[in-house]
C-alpha cells in the first residue's frame, strides 16, 4: 500500500501561481507513472499531467500546457506540479495519483493509478 499526501493548494488571482507537492509513503520501482488529476464541482475528474518513469517522458492536457509543470524528486519520494499564469478555469480539487505500471505503459491511462491522495484545493480569482 501506497500512502500519497498532497499540499501547497490555496487560493489566488489570475495570473498567479501555485506549486503543489506530493509526498508517497513508498515508491516501487514498478511504480513508474506519476500523474495530477483534477476535478471542479459538477465536472468529471480530468487528467492535467503525467510522468514516465522519473520525467522521461510527460503528457499534459491541452488547457495546461505552457503553463503547468510536471516534476519528481526521487530521493524525496515526491512529485510536484507547478502551476503559473492560474486562470478561474483551474480551479478544482487536485489529486495526485500513482500505481505498478509496465515498462512502456501510456501513463495518461487511468488504468495505471490505483493510489490516490485526498485532494489539494486550488481556486483562482478573477
Known amino acids: 500500500q501506497v500512502q500519497l499526501v498532497e499540499s501547497g493548494g490555496g487560493s489566488v488571482q489570475a495570473g498567479g501561481s501555485l506549486r503543489l507537492s506530493c509526498v508517497a509513503s513508498?515508491?516501487?520501482?514498478?511504480?513508474?507513472?506519476m500523474a495530477w488529476f483534477r476535478q471542479a464541482p459538477g465536472k468529471e475528474r480530468e487528467g492535467v499531467a503525467s510522468?514516465?518513469?522519473?520525467?522521461?517522458?510527460?503528457h499534459y492536457v491541452d488547457s495546461v500546457k505552457g503553463r503547468f509543470t510536471i516534476s519528481q524528486d526521487n530521493a524525496k519520494r515526491t512529485v510536484y506540479l507547478q502551476m503559473n499564469s492560474l486562470k478561474p478555469e483551474d480551479t478544482a480539487m487536485y489529486y495526485c495519483?500513482?500505481?505498478?505500471?509496465?515498462?512502456?505503459?501510456?501513463?495518461?491511462?487511468?488504468?495505471?493509478?490505483?493510489?490516490w491522495g485526498q485532494g489539494a484545493q486550488v481556486a483562482v480569482a478573477s
Open positions: 495519483a500513482t500505481g505498478r505500471a509496465s515498462v512502456g505503459a501510456d501513463c495518461t491511462s487511468r488504468s495505471n493509478y490505483a493510489y
Open positions: 510522468s514516465y518513469t522519473g520525467g522521461s517522458s510527460t
Open positions: 513508498a515508491w516501487p520501482y514498478s511504480y513508474r507513472c
